[in-house]
């Protein structure tokens, strides 16, 4: 399950926020055939497709 969460830029995060983290934290990551266990040359990629996507964010101020 993901659970998504916008907080504006000056807004902390509440305490039950911080408790979901750090017990999500203690869990054990689970693969299965949805979701499978990226291979070395996966992750590569993926690596490679975010940082090619944060290069061309642009920065906006509100």
Do not use: C, H, Y
Not at 29 to 36: A, Q
Not at 37 to 61: D, H, I, S, W
């Amino acid at each position: 399950m993901i659970k998504t969460v916008t907080l504006d830029r000056n807004q902390k995060p509440t305490e039950e926020m911080i408790r979901e983290v750090r017990e999500a934290a203690k869990r054990k990551i689970v693969f299965d055939e949805d979701s499978p266990e990226m291979t070395p040359g996966m992750e590569k990629a993926f690596r490679l497709a975010a940082k090619n996507r944060n290069t061309q964010k642009k920065l906006t101020v509100s």
